[in-house]
């Protein structure tokens, strides 16, 4: 089993940063695919960005790449989220999610089913 907890999330204005933190916990091996997703009432959970342990192979959406940043700490029990340039469209909750895959379908940009998820963290850009 894997634990997951997010931190980070704030209120800032457009054009701020935020960094957000997901502390892993329990049997860290399983956890190789990792990523950020986000959700905003009445649309679909989106992912945002992901990250495949190791070789440090990453995916972005198309609306945060530039912008943000994924990364995994080398004991691999602490994610982050770095983004920049916050725009309001970026308001959501934020989830952290892990699993078990292979690269190829990791870094996709089709995984969107984990088989471990945090509670999330709620972003709130305003203009």
């Known amino acids: 089993h894997v634990g997951l907890v997010e931190s980070g999330g704030d209120s800032v204005q457009a054009g701020g940063s935020l960094r957000l933190s997901c502390a892993i916990s329990g049997d860290i091996w399983q956890a190789n695919c990792m990523g950020w997703f986000r959700q905003t009432p009445g649309k679909q959970r989106e992912g945002v960005a992901v990250?495949?342990?190791?070789?440090?192979?990453?995916y972005y959406a198309d609306s945060v790449k530039g912008r943000f940043h994924i990364s995994r700490d080398v004991p691999g029990n602490t994610m982050y989220l770095q983004m920049h340039s916050l725009k309001p469209e970026d308001t959501a909750v934020y989830y952290c999610?892990?699993?078990?895959?292979?690269?190829?379908?990791?870094?996709?940009?089709?995984?969107?089913?984990?088989?471990?998820w945090g509670q999330g963290t709620q972003v709130t850009v305003s203009s």
């Open positions: 999610a892990a699993d078990t895959t292979a690269v190829s379908y990791c870094t996709s940009g089709a995984w969107k089913q984990a088989a471990y």
């Open positions: 990250i495949y342990s190791g070789v440090g192979a990453t």
